[in-house]
């Protein structure tokens, strides 16, 4: 498989490795949005996306639109999804998208989702608050994977919405708290913690490295080649 890295940073030169080792060929490295020519030139199969927030609609749109399937894991940009949703319905095209690749993290979403429903009934008892930690780095504050986690829990009606942590003196017990942390070299921890007056429910997440994130996302990729459509990592593990 030929694959086009778009966004060469640290999680890109991690896939490259990554991809090598699982046999594929590197047909494009860039850093910046490709362009039309320098994408079909490349004999890409796939893209795999990991850029920056203001950069990831245009990186998208133009692999939808000249027919390369690609898999995306910038988070900060979502705003605009529902666009790239209808514009990959038009052209036919394959779109993968995940806020985290990571296997171990996308059964932690299953986990919490089925927390939440079995919590359902005790809402009014159970405060929730969930604490991602990242690298300085990290442009999007918090980060996309809290935010799904907090989705999922807002789906299941157990709460109404979500605050952030500056914000806490405003907080009611209907929203969810997500506190936000950087510090040096942490690839990522997200806990999410269920607490009434007479306990406590906490899972937790903790990447050691960024290669879960590039295994997953080359995992996606495999999985993507012949298929049309939008996509997430539910669909690639079946669960």
Known sequence: MNIAIIGYGKMGKTIEKIA????H????????????????????????EFSQPDSAFNNVKICVENNIPI??????????FEII?????????SLLYSSNFSIGMNIFFEINKKLSKLLHSYSKE???????????KKIDKPSGTAL???????????????????????????????????FDNVPGIHIVKYESKIEEIRIQHQA????????????????????KGIFSMKEVLGI
């Open 20 to 23: 090598k080792i699982r046999n």
């Open 25 to 48: 060929k590197i047909s494009l490295c860039y850093d910046e949005t490709p362009s039309v020519h320098l994408l079909n030139n490349s004999n890409s199969n796939v893209a795999i």
């Open 71 to 80: 898999v995306s894991g910038t988070t900060g940009w979502l705003e605009k």
């Open 85 to 93: 949703k209808k514009i990959c319905k038009e052209k036919n095209g």
């Open 126 to 136: 159970y405060e929730v608050t969930i604490e991602e930690i990242h690298h300085k």
């Open 148 to 182: 799904s986690l907090a989705k999922d829990i807002v789906n299941n009606s157990m709460k109404k919405t979500w605050i952030l942590d500056d914000k806490n003196d405003k907080k009611t017990k209907d929203q969810i708290l997500i506190s936000s942390k950087r």
């Open 208 to 227: 050691h490295n960024r290669d879960g994130f590039a295994l997953g996302a080359i995992i996606a990729a495999e999985w993507i080649q012949n298929k």
